[in-house]
């Protein structure tokens, strides 16, 4: 299955658990994509030791997931 999950947010913890679950979609065989939208489009703001978004988002990457812009 196809999944698209829309970020538009720039909070730190809705960034870091929308990878967190594109991450777990990608576990289960999916297909996932992320489409950053308006605030979203600054991923990486925020990202710190509590909510470690590039970390999340590297692992994202390398499970063949995609990020749109």
């Known amino acids: 299955m196809q ?7 720039n909070s730190p913890e ?3 658990n929308a990878v967190r ?3 777990f979609l990608l ?4 297909e996932v994509t992320i489409f950053l939208n308006g605030p979203g ?3 990486y703001d925020g990202d710190s030791e509590q909510f470690p978004i590039s970390g999340e988002v590297k692992l994202f990457a ?4 995609l ?3």
């Open 21 to 23: 679950f594109g991450n």
């Open 14 to 16: 809705i960034k870091w």
């Open 62 to 65: 390398l499970s063949d997931g």
């Open 67 to 69: 990020l749109a812009a």
């Open 41 to 43: 489009v600054n991923l």
């Open 3 to 9: 999944i698209l999950i829309i970020l538009s947010s």
């Open 27 to 30: 576990n289960a065989g999916e």
